[in-house]
């Protein structure tokens, strides 16, 4: 399995400012997801992040609100920009890594909470 | 479009009831479907996968095609148990969740 670590695990921020979460995975992956999960919903894909292209983003969002960064094969981020209180959420990464029975799943990462005051 | 539907926010049982969660999905093509779960304060991890047919900690869940379907069941449940479950369809490369239930096992 994948062993994914996101930093910061929690953060308290002001309307306006921007915050960068990083995503760390123990074994190169192809694929890397970012999804978000408002509070009592279900997890909203944000985007595909793929080393060596530019990520490929779900209706509804956009790279200048949610830009990430896919630098190597282990690393990813991704910028909350501009934030509002509609953006307090929890911001998960993922990676598609061989699992057990060698079908691929997704591993996720514990999160980062986000409070937007 | 991809669509999954968890019809029950809240689930509560007793220890050793059987326990169902439900999940339907909307696909046009041909669907993987995986449960989720995710234990208090833990993340969330895989727990099974329709192609697989196996059952983990007692759960199994069976796809239905006809019935667009893809419910989680076990026998008989345990406290240990408690926890978000998610229901995840993966048509492509991009999977979509349903909502969550929240199963809580009483002793």
């Known amino acids: 399995s994948a062993v994914i670590s996101q930093k910061p695990s929690r953060d308290i921020c002001q309307r306006g400012t921007s915050l960068t979460i990083q995503c760390q995975v123990d074994?190169?992956?192809?694929?890397m997801f970012w999804y978000r999960q408002q509070p009592g919903q279900s997890l909203t894909l944000i985007a595909t992040a793929n080393q060596g292209s530019e990520a490929t983003y779900e209706s509804g969002f956009v790279i200048d609100k949610f830009p990430i960064s896919r630098p190597n094969l282990t690393f990813s981020t991704l910028t909350v920009s501009n934030m509002s209180p509609e953006d307090s959420s929890i911001y998960l990464c993922?990676?598609?890594?061989?699992?057990?029975?060698?079908?691929?799943?997704?591993?996720f990462g514990p999160g980062t909470r986000l409070t937007v005051t | 479009a991809q669509r999954v539907t968890q019809p029950e926010k809240l689930l509560s049982v007793f220890k050793g009831a059987p326990v169902e969660l439900k999940c339907n999905y909307s696909?046009?093509?041909?669907?993987?479907l995986f449960w989720y779960v995710q234990y208090s304060r833990q993340r969330l991890q895989l727990l099974l996968r329709?192609?697989s047919r196996e059952s983990i900690k007692g759960f199994t869940a069976d796809l239905n095609k006809g019935e667009t379907s893809f419910h989680l069941k076990k026998p008989f449940a345990q406290e240990e148990d408690s926890a978000m479950y998610y229901c995840?369809?993966?048509?492509?490369?991009?999977?979509?969740f349903g909502k969550g239930t929240k199963l809580t096992v009483n002793p």
């Open positions: 995840a369809l993966g048509g492509s490369e991009k999977l979509v």
């Open positions: 329709h192609i």
């Open positions: 696909y046009s093509g041909s669907p993987e």
């Open positions: 993922s990676v598609e890594y061989l699992g057990r029975g060698l079908n691929y799943e997704q591993y």
């Open positions: 074994s190169q992956v192809t694929m």
